[in-house]
T-cell receptor, first 115, second 110 residues
Framework: EAQVTQNPRYLITVTGKKLTVTCSQNMNHEYMSWYRQDPGLGLRQIYYSMNVEVTDKGDVPEGYKVSRKEKRNFPLILESPSPNQTSLYFC??????????????FGPGTRLTVT | ELKVEQNPLFLSMQEGKNYTIYCNYSTTSDRLYWYRQDPGKSLESLFVLLSNGAVKQEGRLMASLDTKARLSTLHITAAVHDLSATYFCAVDEGTYKYIFGTGTRLKVLA
């Protein structure tokens, strides 16, 4: 089954304790992206990646890191989480524009609470 | 800075009625997307509109794109309860940066 998976789905942590949220897709997509969703703000892009070893900042990259060492994986790293990073996080993937396909497929979401 | 505005933000409508959700964006783009999100769930792609004048229909939903007016519409025909969800439009700046609207929460009343 074609899908984007995220782990963990729920996480409660404390300020300053490093954490990683994993994202993996099995559709051989080149493009992957991370978003956070907050009430009244819609989805805001954190980081995106056009291919392996190619990443760039979205609108709200502060406090986050990413890496793309393999095509299928795109982990989101919070080196020192703070309460303002409490949010619902989504990973998404799509083929790139060479294939004329821009539709993003979203993972199930990770609800993060930082106390 | 690209901005995407949706209206209305909340919409409560009776079953069987028609309504339109509007998505305005602030810069030139010919790629616009509509997504649906059910409560507590992820986002599901509804429509991908890739050129001026594009129109797509799926069931009771029809989306259109006017790039000159920087406007997309999502029209709901004869609403049913199953269409209750939050609908997002998103615009692609052309550099793999996607900007989402704040969403329209639709509630269809029986």
């Amino acid at each position: 089954e074609a899908q984007v998976t995220q782990n963990p789905r729920y996480l409660i942590t404390v300020t300053g304790k490093k954490l990683t949220v994993t994202c993996s897709q099995n559709m051989n997509h080149e493009y992957m992206s991370w978003y956070r969703q907050d009430p009244g703000l819609g989805l805001r892009q954190i980081y995106y990646s056009m291919n392996v070893e190619v990443t760039d900042k979205g609108d709200v990259p502060e406090g986050y890191k990413v890496s793309r060492k393999e095509k299928r994986n795109f982990p989101l790293i919070l080196e020192s989480p703070s309460p303002n990073q409490t949010s619902l996080y989504f990973c998404a993937s799509s083929l790139n524009e060479r294939d004329n396909s821009y539709e993003q497929y979203f993972g199930p979401g990770t609800r993060l609470t930082v106390t | 800075e690209l901005k995407v505005e949706q209206n209305p933000l909340f919409l409560s409508m009776q079953e069987g009625k028609n309504y339109t959700i509007y998505c305005n964006y602030s810069t030139t783009s010919d790629r616009l997307y509509w997504y649906r999100q059910d409560p507590g769930k992820s986002l599901e792609s509804l429509f991908v509109l890739l050129s001026n004048g594009a129109v797509k229909q799926e069931g009771r939903l029809m989306a259109s794109l006017d790039t000159k007016a920087r406007l997309s519409t999502l029209h709901i025909t004869a609403a049913v309860h199953d269409l209750s969800a939050t609908y997002f439009c998103a615009v692609d700046e052309g550099t793999y940066k996607y900007i989402f609207g704040t969403g329209t929460r639709l509630k269809v009343l029986a």
